[in-house]
């Protein structure tokens, strides 16, 4: 099967300036979740969608971040504007449904973002 | 608020060498993931485990869920430099409540 595909893979700007991540599932998998990872952390959890339903947003910046998911497949993150602590790399990950146990994560290889 | 804390968080030995990395929490977790991730790919699931007590082996990786579900460990004999990378944790708490641990950084040199 066709893994998780995002686009673009790498991203420079400038701090204020805005950026949009786009990231595709694999078919059939209901539950879509971004992540930011800071280098050598481990991924935190920005929104986590079931089909086209937030299931957890807690977590994401909303006076800046914002999130769609199109139709209940591909997904869009958008950061308007951007600033320094943005830089990171934004990974998308797809499952079968919202229990990790029945159906695991299958992650995109992200996009790194730089925000200078 | 669940918190999955990694030790060490950075670890780089020499190839054939024993190593252990632990996951700790306060919290009781329904099921837990290892992932391992490479520089500019995302996460690769290893195994996961959902009995306390539950020891699992993936060729030279041995992965084992505490008893009360709040720890976990992974176990790698005779490191290869194949096996640099991230390695992470990640637990199923409340309902659809994920979250990744701290991450441990491995480098096996040759």
């Known amino acids: 099967e066709a893994g998780v595909a995002q686009s673009p893979r790498y991203k420079i700007i400038e701090k204020r300036q805005s950026v949009a991540f786009w990231c595709n599932p694999i078919s059939g998998h209901a539950t879509l979740y971004w992540y930011q990872q800071i280098l050598g952390q481990g991924p935190k959890l920005l929104i986590q969608?079931?089909?086209?339903?937030?299931?957890?947003d807690s977590q994401l910046p909303k006076d800046r971040f914002s999130a769609e998911r199109l139709k209940g497949v591909d997904s869009t993150l958008k950061i308007q504007p951007a600033k320094l602590e943005d830089s990171a790399v934004y990974l998308c990950?797809?499952?079968?449904?919202?229990?990790?146990?029945?159906?695991?994560?299958?992650f995109g290889n992200g996009t790194r973002l730089t925000v200078t | 608020t669940q918190l999955l804390e990694q030790s060490p968080q950075f670890l780089s030995i020499q190839e054939g060498e024993n190593l252990t990395v632990y996951c700790n929490s306060s919290?009781?977790?329904?099921?837990l993931q290892w992932y391992r991730q490479e520089p500019g790919e995302g996460p690769v699931l290893l195994v996961t485990v959902v009995t306390g007590g539950e020891v699992k082996k993936l060729k030279r990786l041995t992965f084992q869920f505490g008893d009360a579900r709040k720890d976990s460990s992974l176990h790698i004999t005779a490191a290869q430099p194949g096996d640099t990378g991230l390695y992470l944790c990640?637990?199923?708490?409340?309902?659809?409540?994920?979250?990744f641990g701290t991450g441990t950084r491995l480098k096996v040199l040759a």
């Open positions: 969608f079931q089909n086209n339903g937030v299931v957890d």
């Open positions: 990950a797809s499952s079968l449904g919202p229990s990790i146990f029945r159906s695991p994560l299958h």
């Open positions: 919290s009781v977790f329904s099921s």
């Open positions: 990640a637990g199923e708490g409340g309902t659809y409540k994920y979250i």
